[in-house]
Nanobody
Framework: QVQLVESGGGLVQAGGSLRLSCAAS????????MGWFRQAPGKEREFVAG????????YLADSVKGRFTTSRDNAKNTVYLQMNSLKPEDTAVYYC?????????????????WGQGTQVTVSS
């Protein structure tokens, strides 16, 4: 079983930045595609970013391209989501996810492991 623990959420003003971290344990980190979903109140979960172990397969949703980046430190079993130029519409609970393999999927059902989520709130 893989355990995922997110950190780094919080309250920030529009235009600001936050970096989310997700520490993984209990599995072979190199075997997993890591990603980030977010869910705002009343909306469906949205896959915003993902990265393969080799970093050769990186996905960013159109809604965050140019503002968010994702990276991973395989030595630390940690994946990151750097969020810049934040907007009020980025307000959501952000979830770290993992699935065995190297491909990105935007459907939540394709991910086997989920963190508990961390709240990001962007004020206008």
């Amino acid at each position: 079983q893989v355990q995922l623990v997110e950190s780094g959420g919080g309250l920030v003003q529009a235009g600001g930045s936050l970096r989310l971290s997700c520490a993984a344990s209990g599995g072979t980190f190199s075997s997993y595609y890591m990603g980030w979903f977010r869910q705002a109140p009343g909306k469906e979960r949205e896959f915003v970013a993902g990265i393969s172990w080799s970093r050769s397969n990186i996905y960013l949703a159109d809604s965050v391209k140019g503002r968010f980046t994702t990276s991973r430190d395989n030595a630390k079993n940690t994946v990151y989501l750097q969020m810049n130029s934040l907007k009020p519409e980025d307000t959501a609970v952000y979830y770290c996810v993992a699935r065995y393999g190297y491909r990105a999927y935007i459907s939540p059902e394709m991910y086997d492991y989920w963190g508990q989520g961390t709240q990001v709130t962007v004020s206008s």
